[in-house]
T-cell receptor, first 115, second 112 residues
Framework: AQSVAQPEDQVNVAEGNPLTVKCTYS??????LFWYVQYPNRGLQFLLK??????LVKGSYGFEAEFNKSQTSFHLKKPSALVSDSALYFC?????????????FGGGTRLMVKP | NAGVTQTPKFRVLKTGQSMTLLCAQD?????MYWYRQDPGMGLRLIHY???????AKGEVPDGYNVSRLKKQNFLLGLESAAPSQTSVYFC???????????FGNGTRLTVT
């Protein structure tokens, strides 16, 4: 079975400060990991993914994420937050042993960036 | 290029009524998915399809049926709506195991 946990319902950060949104996962094989962002009344938009290779993945809008196999984590980071980064963020995992190609999402973390 | 289009955007049903949600994608993707989004629960997979003519159950399939008669379309049906099916429904499509999903803008369904 595959699962994802986002331990924080909300993260508050001041504009210009670094931000981190946490994600941990559980799979039986190897993980494919994704981050998505959702703005109000919209569908999810892809930010970045980890499939294999370099543990530090860079994505859209200046976001990056670090894959840590020993801690089974894939935390989303940005060096300097913008007010426009305020949104709902979802981590997702797909187990390489999942023949059905199903993606499992975490519960989401609301990021609030204050001016 | 429209991407993934969902219709309708909003719908209110009474308990016991039926309806069909339509999802259309113009990216020639093999895989299509229906998710529901509820507060604090993230997205949960209802049904999915790995190609035209195929469907499979996801995490929460009860009370829903799907069909994929054409590659570009994936229909979600509610035969007898219940208040527990009040949710926001998202359709997504993708190509391959490594590829990200493309989402529609959702259908907000209320069952009274």
């Amino acid at each position: 079975a595959q699962s994802v946990a986002q331990p924080e319902d909300q993260v508050n950060v001041a504009e210009g400060n670094p931000l981190t949104v946490k994600c941990t996962y559980s799979v039986s094989g190897n993980p494919y990991l994704f981050w998505y962002v959702q703005y109000p009344n919209r569908g999810l938009q892809f930010l970045l993914k980890y499939i294999t290779g370099d543990n530090l993945v860079k994505g859209s809008y200046g976001f990056e994420a670090e894959f840590n196999k020993s801690q089974t984590s894939f935390h989303l980071k940005k060096p300097s937050a913008l007010v426009s980064d305020s949104a709902l963020y979802f981590c997702a995992v797909r187990d390489t042993r999942n023949a059905g190609n199903m993606l499992t999402f975490g519960g989401g973390t609301r990021l609030m960036v204050k001016p | 290029n429209a991407g993934v289009t969902q219709t309708p955007k909003f719908r209110v049903l009474k308990t016991g009524q039926s309806m069909t949600l339509l999802c259309a994608q113009d990216m020639n993707h093999e895989y299509m998915y229906w998710y529901r989004q509820d507060p604090g629960m993230g997205l949960r997979l209802i049904h999915y399809s790995v190609g035209e003519g195929t469907t499979a159950k996801g995490e929460v399939p009860d009370g829903y049926n799907v069909s994929r008669l054409k590659k570009q379309n994936f229909l979600l049906g509610l035969e007898s709506a219940a208040p527990s099916q009040t949710s926001v429904y998202f359709c997504a499509s993708g190509q391959g195991r490594n590829s990200p999903l493309h989402f529609g803008n959702g259908t907000r369904l209320t069952v009274t």
